[in-house]
Each structure stands twice: as structure tokens, then as C-alpha cells.
Nanobody, 128 residues
Framework: QVQLVESGGDSVQTGGSLRLSCAAS????????VGWFRQGPGKEREAVAG????????YYVDSVKGRFIISQDNAKNTVYLQMNSLKPEDTGMYYC?????????????????????WGQGTQVTVSS
């Protein structure tokens, strides 16, 4: 069955960097839409970034533009989230998710309502 496994979360100081990985199985990321989401302490889940292979587009929430980069390695069937210049407000559990089947309805910053399969999450903590 479809499985997503996140890794790479850690505790870092403000200004630090981390690279999160989302390893996929039972589907090919080369023909999928994958999103990164996060949920900070006491906050609602929010979208962070998405990569959509139907047109090769990437999208970011405004708060991470210029600092985070979403990418993929088709050979490893893995999606990455490179996070630079981290801030305390980036703290949270980070999840990757994908859409079952055709995902051409997904546009812009990912909407969690469209995403069917989720990983277990990886914790990112940024201290000041």
C-alpha cells in the first residue's frame, strides 16, 4: 500500500538549516502531487510547499518563500524539503502527503483536503 516516511527532523538554532526527506513507496513521485505540511504547538496544520508533476510546478506558503526549497529525486522516489534560515516559528511536526490517483485539480499552495495519504511526521524544533 501507499506509504510515506518522513525523516530529517531535528533541533536546531535560529538561522540553521535542515533537509527533510519523504520516502515514498507503492507509487511513483514522478507522476504524483506531493505536499509538505506542518503543525506547530497550539496551531492548526498548515501547508508549507507542494510539488506537482503534472506540470512540474512548485508552490510555497508566503512565510517560507526564499528560505525553503521543495525538490524530488525520482531515482530514489523521495521528495525533499530543504529548510534554510530557520526561525522559531518554523517549529512543528512536518508531514508529507500525496493525492490518490490523478491530481490535476491540485493548484497553488497545497490544500490538505485533496491529500489522501500521509506520513507519520518528523519533528522540527528551532530554538532562539
Amino acid at each position: 500500500q501507499v506509504q510515506l516516511v518522513e525523516s530529517g527532523g531535528d533541533s536546531v538554532q535560529t538561522g540553521g538549516s535542515l533537509r527533510l526527506s519523504c520516502a515514498a513507496s507503492a507509487f511513483r513521485i514522478s507522476s504524483a502531487c506531493v505536499g509538505w505540511f506542518r503543525q506547530g504547538p497550539g496551531k492548526e496544520r498548515e501547508a508549507v510547499a507542494g510539488i506537482y508533476d503534472y506540470d512540474g510546478s512548485t508552490y510555497y506558503v508566503d512565510s517560507v518563500k526564499g528560505r525553503f526549497i521543495i525538490s524530488q529525486d525520482n531515482a530514489k522516489n523521495t521528495v525533499y524539503l530543504q529548510m534554510n534560515s530557520l526561525k522559531p516559528e518554523d517549529t512543528g511536526m512536518y508531514y508529507c502527503a500525496t493525492v490518490a490517483g490523478v491530481c490535476t485539480l491540485v493548484r497553488g499552495v497545497p490544500d490538505a483536503a485533496y491529500f489522501d495519504y500521509w506520513g507519520q511526521g518528523t519533528q522540527v524544533t528551532v530554538s532562539s
